[in-house]
């Protein structure tokens, strides 16, 4: 991959579009990307990043804050990359989501994320995704490296591969399952652990079962109490040998019980059939002299019943006899009460007739007074007639009194109508006038605040002037005391930096010195000599004296050394950043004091609060006009309204009132002294009915006489033709039905018991008692027959009881058998399962590693192992080269402790020959180890995805821990990274940077923000 243009906006620190052309600056395969700590170095990287995944690296991820605090409130950030890929070039645009203000009112407005990713085809670009998503895919896929890949390979941060080199095992597994995917093979760890347990469960399982199954072997014959009786049956067993015994035993056991128990129930069922036997006779002698007793108790009853049932037939005789007259004494006796019922119907409708008033008036004279004279029909039909008249025109009239009493009610409620519409007239016409006043008056004040409220904007943006200026007058003040401090710490750095320089260099000094002394007391004679390698050693040098320096101890005084060199440039850095800020507020405040500066923001702020009230207390006071306008249109619109509804109310009152004068004059006349006509309708409708009873009652009463004196004659000729001697006699004779049934059944009962006597006394039983008594035979006892039961009953039972236990115990047989058959079975089919179990519970602990894993490595960190051995190869082809041969880096897969081991690394001296952890490395040397492995790291990565070709590369800060010589190697490294056409960037503001590189790209910050320019120029050597 590599970078051609690059376009940002509102990004960061940079306000305006800032343009980087990477061709232009490829020109010479390496340059520089410098300016000020805070300028935006990093910031171009995170562009180049954000516009190819959407994010930046590390903690800056937070896409709210990507925008440029300098830019414009209305301009949009964006950043535009072009690159290409194999044969293919792209450009992709990305804006983040941010706040844009309102184009109505105030307020902001969130824009989302924005992506629109193109492909150059032929000479036309081609818009290939506008989504963010799925402009992400498709990057990724053409790039073939997720984020945290991409700024491992082409970014390649120092900072975090220092970390890398001096961190432990657990923090170089984080970051190398980042860049080396090794989910397959934690997949696979997962797989067999998972595998294992399963197959753990399933032998589990089937053991249980073949547990469970002994078990229901062994309570199956414990229910017998056979379970201790075999020797060998035991349900702790360590082997299918010993299961298969214990079920064989218990099998036999219990057959041999079964085979017991069926001879004993043979011998008891055969004594039982005796038993049975002789309970038979017994109970059978005794039954029929019970027969014969019970026959004989009958007979007698049935002969004391003959008398009773004599009477009960004559009794039948004369009720068949009176039964001719039974219609005509039924009809005689309906036809009395039918005269009874009508008189009392009759005397109750006189006493009815009598106690109404008003029938009387119709009758002209009292039915019931005394001496009055006999109604006749005429008379009742006539006033019956005359009463349902005056009803038909009372209910004829009904509807027009319930009309009058409607209107009477409607008139009221008009009338109350009528008071309440006047007096909200009355109100409403106040109310409006109200409304006009406070209108008028709120349109006076709206003058004097609308001039006031002019000019916010301007006053605004005034406070605003004011306000910087006051803080751009207490940063000058606060840098002022950041550049004493910033002085004081560089002057120290310097001085203890040179104090330790000077110390390191005297301990080197009497380090060179005793050189020679130390050679010669480890010459021995006969082994050739280190330096000219000659077998004799005629005349070694003689000590010295003097307390010997030691490489330990000069290489302790070089770190010091180094250590403090950094320190003093760290803190000229901070003096330097100072300064230029210093500069910068001078320039912006001038000569204004910190006293004037927040006098002016006062009064500033004073006056646009002045304003800002004004315009609040305009906008609610027009807000009110407008309110009040409204209701004052609302109430104008009521009066007139509550004034046609109070008329229309007055003109429909007093047409009622005209037909209530005259309905009331119809409806005096129908009253006759009634309180209305509902109850004068009530009254003439009780004497219509009153009188219609009478005369309904007069009439039945006559039919009722006449019937009962013509069923009367018609019985007493019945009589005479019959045996009785009178109605009642006849009647007396006569029985009821129920009665007359039972009599029946009595009889015919009594007759079909002597029947059955009669054959009874034949019964074979019978026959044989009467013999049994003859030959003296008595009847069993109860003692007797129940000794006889017992017997039987106890030897059926032992009979029952054996025979019980014989099927139970065959049951058994079958079931044990059952068990033995499926134990066998189960035996057959686990066996393999636990070898399988055995053999991936192994696989499984040395996966994870455990078992026989000596190193006690799992599978996936044997695998990152692999990749760190590769990494540390690819790294060590370049600190060779950096370090001039000293040192290499190189994979350690040592255990410390009970700690597992893959992921150590180490550094070979090649001068001392020793390995040692890589912590022990001197600044300079630890970035030349980290700056090799981030490099290693890239070429394996950049493998492992494919064999990507990465054109261009960012190699991030840390030159400045290097000396010359160490520079000049790093630089000679770097230089071989340009090989094939790849272009190289580094990041860094060490002044020796600026002077080796001609290519640059600087960062130049500003108070209005950043921006970037291209330098060109012959690099000095």
């Known amino acids: 991959m590599r970078l051609h243009h690059l376009e940002l906006q509102a ?400 008139i009221r409620t008009l009338g109350s109508s009528i008071d309440d519409l006047d007096d909200r007239v009355r109100d409403t016409t106040e109310a409006l006038a109200l409304v006009q006043r406070r209108r008028a008056s709120d349109l006076d004040s709206l003058v004097p605040l609308r001039r006031a409220a002019e000019g916010v904007p301007r006053l605004r943006a005034e406070r605003d002037a004011a306000t910087a200026a006051e803080q751009a007058v207490q940063d000058h003040r606060s840098a002022q005391l950041r550049r004493t401090a910033a002085d004081e710490r560089f002057r120290e750095a310097s001085e203890h930096f040179l104090t330790l320089k000077q110390h390191w260099l005297s301990i080197l000094q009497r380090r060179l010195e005793q050189a020679a002394d130390e050679l010669a007391e480890h010459l021995v004679d006969g082994e050739p000599c280190p330096v000219c390698g000659s077998p004799d050693h005629p005349d070694p040098v003689s000590s010295s004296g003097g307390e010997r320096v030691t490489l330990d101890q000069e290489q302790s005084a070089r770190r010091d050394q180094d250590d403090a ?138 039919r009722a006489r006449a019937d009962h004196a013509a069923s009367r004659r018609r019985l007493e000729e019945a009589l005479r033709e019959t045996l009785f001697d009178s109605v009642d006699e006849a009647r007396t004779a006569l029985l009821a039905v129920e009665h007359r049934d039972r009599i029946e059944r009595s009889i015919r009962e009594h007759e079909v018991t002597g029947h059955r006597l009669d054959a009874a006394w034949d019964d074979d039983a019978v026959r044989e008692a009467l013999a049994e008594e003859q030959a003296g035979l008595r009847a069993p006892t109860d003692e007797e027959e129940r000794v006889a039961a017992d017997s039987a009953d106890d030897q059926r039972a032992r009979a029952q009881q054996a025979g019980i236990s014989a099927e139970v115990l065959a049951h058994s047989v079958t079931q044990l058998e059952a068990y033995s058959r499926r134990l066998a079975d189960l035996e057959r089919a686990v066996g393999p399962l636990r070898e399988r179990a055995r053999l991936v519970s192994a696989v499984a602990e040395t996966a994870r590693g455990a078992g026989e894993n000596a190193y006690r490595m799992p599978l996936a960190t044997y695998v990152l192992a692999s990749r760190l051995e590769q990494v540390a190869a690819a790294a060590t082809e370049r600190l060779v080269e950096m370090s001039d041969g000293r040192y290499q880096l190189v994979h350690s897969d040592a255990r410390a402790g009970n700690r597992r081991s893959g992921l150590g690394l180490n550094v070979i001296d090649g001068w001392t020959g020793s390995r040692r952890d890589t912590s022990t490395l001197s600044g300079g040397e630890s970035f030349m180890a980290s700056l090799a492995l981030a490099l290693g790291l890239a070429d394996v990565v950049q493998q492992e995805a494919g064999g990507l070709d990465i054109e261009t590369l960012f190699i991030d800060e840390g030159f400045g821990s290097l000396d010359e010589q160490a520079l000049e190697q790093v630089m000679d490294a770097l230089e071989g990274l340009r090989s094939g056409g790849r272009v190289v960037g580094l990041v860094s503001h060490v002044p020796e940077m600026k002077q080796r590189i001609g290519a640059q790209l600087q960062v130049v910050k500003g108070r209005q923000g950043s921006v970037l320019r291209l330098v060109d120029e012959p690099a000095r050597v």
């Open 565 to 702: 060199e950094a320190a003093m440039h760290a803190a000229r850095d901070v003096r330097e950043s100072v300064l230029l800020q210093l500069a910068e507020f001078g320039a912006a405040i001038g000569e204004l004091t910190p006293e004037q500066a927040a006098e002016a923001t006062r009064a500033a702020e004073r006056r646009l609060d002045e304003a800002e009230a004004a315009d609040a207390r305009s906008a609610v006071v027009e807000e009110n006009v407008e309110r009040l306008t409204q209701e004052a249109e609302q109430r104008a619109a009521e009066v007139e309204d509550l004034r046609e509804r109070r008329n229309d109310a007055g003109s429909r009152r007093s047409s009622l009132q005209e037909l209530e004068a005259e309905l009331e004059l119809r409806r005096a006349g129908l009253l006759a002294g009634a309180p209305s006509l509902a109850h004068r309708i009530e009254d003439v409708q009780g004497a219509s009915e009153d009188l219609a009873a009478l005369r309904y009652a007069e009439e039945t009463l006559s």
């Open 11 to 410: 990004f960061g620190p940079f306000a305006d579009r800032q343009q980087v052309d990477f061709d232009a600056l490829s020109s010479q395969g390496l340059f520089l990307l410098n300016g000020p700590t805070g300028a935006g170095k990093s910031s171009v990287l995170d562009a180049v990043c954000f516009a190819l995944y959407g994010s930046v690296p590390g903690v800056r991820q937070g896409a709210k804050r990507l925008r440029s605090d300098h830019a414009a409130a209305s301009v949009a950030p964006e950043v535009m990359l072009e690159f290409s890929t194999a044969d293919r070039r792209f450009r992709v645009t990305r804006s983040p989501a941010w706040e844009r203000p309102s184009r109505r009112g105030s307020g902001t407005t969130t824009e989302q994320a924005r992506t629109l990713l193109s492909e150059l085809v032929g000479t036309r670009w081609v818009d290939r995704s506008t989504r963010n998503d799925e402009a992400g895919l498709a990057l990724q896929s053409v790039l073939g490296m997720d984020k945290e890949q991409f700024t491992k390979v082409v970014m390649l941060p120092q900072g975090e591969f220092a970390a890398f080199l001096r961190a432990d095992a657990t923090s170089r597994r984080e970051l190398l399952q980042r860049l080396f995917s090794t989910t397959r093979f934690e997949d696979l760890e997962r797989l067999f652990a998972e595998q294992s347990l399963r197959l753990s469960r399933d032998v589990a399982e089937q053991e249980g079962r073949l547990d469970r199954l002994l078990q229901r072997a062994v309570d199956e014959a414990e229910r017998h109490g056979l379970a201790t009786d075999a020797e060998t049956v035991s349900t702790d067993v360590d082997s299918p040998t010993d299961r298969a015994a214990s079920m064989d035993a218990l099998v036999a056991a219990v057959r041999s019980r079964r085979d017991t128990v069926a001879e004993e129930h043979m011998a008891l069922q055969e004594q039982s059939v005796l038993a049975d036997g002789a309970l038979a006779s017994l109970c059978g002698r005794r039954t029929r002299h019970g027969l014969l007793s019970s026959l004989r108790q009958q007979q007698r009853e049935q002969d004391q019943q003959a008398a009773g049932i004599a009477t009960m037939s004559e009794a039948l005789r004369r009720h068949d006899r009176a039964q001719s007259l039974a219609a005509d004494l039924r009809l005689d006796e309906e036809m009395r009460a039918g005269v009874e019922h009508a008189a009392a119907a009759h005397a109750a409708a006189l006493e009815r007739t009598r106690d109404n008033g008003t029938a009387l008036k119709y009758l002209e004279a009292d039915p019931a007074g005394p001496g009055a004279p006999e109604l006749s029909g005429e008379a009742l039909t006539g006033a019956c007639a005359a009463s349902a008249a005056a009803l038909a025109v009372l209910r004829a009239a009904l509807p027009d009194e319930q009309r009058l009493l409607g209107i009477r009610s409607e």
